[in-house]
């Protein structure tokens, strides 16, 4: 499979999307390649008078696509789409990629700042508003925790896993690898990014699941490397956010989530409680991909990556639950109940993810065979 997209973050692939408003996509892909520009200005936040035109039209799509994603109800999905991947692009800068330099030139940038702090205050309250916050406070949440864990650790199979399992063929398989690619090829880079801090049992369990992650220290066991692995054994892009351009904007709302509760420390309850749904109910989902390979016949290097996820996760969700979550619960009593809301908030969200994805699939399927 050949990526017809540009390596990110140059210019934007022109793309064709059958029922979409070509001309709110068109506004939308020249507004990100403005922001791109900007993101490559030397000294943004010292250019932005030279930049004037550019800032403004940036800004004043921006401010639509806030209010057509988040405020007036229209819920637009390529507003979400534009929104997500500006964020995303600001995002990014929180990590180190490995290449030029001066990509970073202005990862402090309080203009960049700015834009995402409005984009957060927007999408945040629309996330929060879709949970019953108050119900939460009122929980038992070591009780909650446990009763939610038993029930993801194991679910029943939804009308998208038996499509996975049972129909989607190599092209889809191919697909699913691209956009996942978008995260498994930097996996648990984020998590890295709370373990600083006091020493503690919560935070040693913590630095054992990145370790795992990253191979204890092994580039040969990195789960990224079994990730690109499977890519190189159908010809696939190996580089990283080489499929950023097919990437749901329910995906990359993942991401940019969890680049938001990794940054501020006041949400440190509510990302445990992310990682503990994320690491519980990784394996159900997996199986359903190994299923999909192995019936596909698929060779083990196109699989491995499940395999590993499938008995490594299993631990991990053991860990955070008890070893984390719990723990955390005891210690930050009035403020436990942010642990089931960073659970919750990690299911709906992924929940969201996971059924993008599949229409992705769907929709390529159909392009294939037509």
């Known amino acids: 499979m050949q990526s017809n997209l540009v390596k990110f973050p140059s210019a934007i692939a022109q793309r064709k999307s059958v029922g979409t408003d070509q001309a709110k996509l068109t506004k939308y892909d020249s ?51 534009f929104v997500q991947r500006i964020l995303y692009r600001i995002n990014r800068l929180k990590l180190f990629w490995y290449d030029e330099l001066c990509h970073y030139t202005n990862e402090r940038s309080l203009y960049l700042s700015s834009c995402r702090n409005q984009i957060e205050n927007a999408w945040q309250k629309w996330e929060l508003a879709q949970i019953n916050v108050s119900a ?37 398989y191919r697909h699913l690898l691209a956009i996942a690619s978008n995260d498994g090829l930097v996996e648990g880079s984020r998590l890295s990014r709370i373990l600083g801090g006091a020493a503690n049992e919560v935070q040693c369990t913590l630095v054992r699941v990145l370790l ?37 904007w329910e995906v990359l709302a993942c991401a940019n989530h969890n680049f938001l509760m990794t940054e501020r420390k006041s949400y440190f309850l509510r990302y445990s409680g992310g990682l503990t ?27 491995g990556y499940w395999e590993l996820h499938i008995r490594e996760d299993e631990r991990h969700g053991s860990w955070m639950l008890d070893d984390v979550a719990l ?8 403020e436990a109940w942010q642990l089931v809301l960073g659970y919750d ?16 699939i769907r929709t390529v399927e159909k392009l294939s065979s037509s």
């Not at 070591?142 to 650790?153: F, S, V, Y």
């Not at 490397?225 to 950023?244: C, I, K, R, S, V």
């Open 277 to 303: 749904y994320f690491e519980v109910a990784g394996p159900a989902a997996y199986r359903d991909y190994l299923t999909a390979a192995q019936r596909l016949g698929l060779s083990q290097a196109a699989m």
């Open 345 to 360: 908030q990690e299911k709906i969200m992924n929940a969201r993810a996971a059924s993008a994805v599949v229409s992705s």
């Open 212 to 248: 795992e992650e990253y191979g204890n220290g092994r580039l040969s066991r990195k789960h990224s490397t079994f990730f690109a692995q499977m890519l190189a054994e159908f010809g696939m892009n190996t580089e990283p956010e080489g499929y950023f351009d097919l990437v749901p």
């Open 31 to 81: 507004a990100e390649q403005l922001f791109v520009e900007l993101l490559l200005t030397e000294d943004l936040d010292n250019q932005l008078d030279a930049q004037t035109l550019k800032v403004s039209e940036f800004e004043q799509t921006l401010s639509m696509a806030i209010r057509n994603a988040y405020q007036n109800g229209s819920n637009d999905h390529q507003s979400h789409r």
């Open 327 to 334: 723990p955390l619960a005891e210690r930050y009593p009035n």
């Open 136 to 172: 939460l406070q009122q929980l038992d949440v070591k009780q909650a925790l446990i009763a939610r864990g038993g029930e993801d650790l194991d679910p029943p199979l939804s009308e998208d896993s038996c499509y996975i399992r049972e129909q989607m063929t190599e092209v889809g």
